[in-house]
């Protein structure tokens, strides 16, 4: 079966400095990714998303490259703020497939 | 702006009670998932619905039940609750199509059962 497999947190990072969040998945055929963010006391929100191989997601300064040959899909971000702090989910969809294949999230905090 | 609510942004109960979460979104969207928020486990998905008065089980649906009788509307019906059901609970929906669709999240509800 399909499966995502995020780098464990907490990650505490200071502000300006650069984010890597780690992300791998299991597919048997072609998936779109995401990540999703979660603020403080809200509920999910679509961060950014990549449909095909070498697609390349970008929002809010966060990137996220679809590399096929190395099953991943890892968040970056040259300079994170404060206001970054909060918890980032991938997560995986395939065609044919109602169901959403989440990692178990990875809690970044920021700090000034 | 599309929007997915929650009746309630926390929930007290005890052992043994029938609770009932709604969820309504007005996006029109055919499917609609509830899943369950953990630390450490991530989401875990309990049910989701394709359509008007159509369900299926997601990966933990024991202790849990359903109900969609109209577009907008998913419930999530726990039976008897148990102190092993406190957690946090997300509502989710999005358009069926491809699997590039956007899933959209409601706030969530917290659940302590004591």
């Known amino acids: 079966g399909n499966s995502v497999t995020q780098m464990e947190g907490p990650v505490t990072l200071s502000e300006e400095a650069f984010l890597t969040i780690n992300c791998t998945y299991t597919?048997?055929?072609?998936?779109?990714l995401f990540w999703y963010v979660q603020y403080p006391g809200e509920g999910l929100q679509l961060l950014l998303k990549a449909t095909k191989a070498d697609d390349k997601g970008s929002n809010k300064g966060f990137e996220a490259t679809y590399r096929k040959e190395t099953t991943s899909f890892h968040l970056e971000k040259g300079s994170v703020q404060v206001s970054d702090s909060a918890v980032y989910f991938c997560a995986l969809s395939e065609e044919g497939y109602q169901k959403v294949t989440f990692g178990t999230g990875t809690k970044l905090q920021v700090i000034p | 702006d599309v929007k997915v609510t929650q009746s309630s942004r926390y929930l007290v109960k005890r052992t043994g009670e029938k609770v009932f979460l709604e969820c309504v979104q007005d996006m029109d969207h055919e499917n609609m998932f509830w899943y369950r928020q953990d630390p450490g486990l991530g989401l875990r998905l309990i049910y989701f619905?394709?359509?008007?008065?159509?369900?299926e089980k997601g990966d933990i649906p024991e202790g849990y039940s359903v109900s969609r009788e109209k577009k907008e509307r998913f419930s999530l019906i726990l039976e008897s609750a148990s102190t092993n059901q406190t957690s946090m609970y997300l509502c989710a929906s999005r358009e069926a199509g491809t699997a590039q669709e956007t899933q959209y999240f409601g706030p969530g509800t917290r659940l302590l059962v004591l």
């Open positions: 597919a048997t055929g072609y998936p779109s």
């Open positions: 619905s394709y359509d008007v008065k159509m369900k």
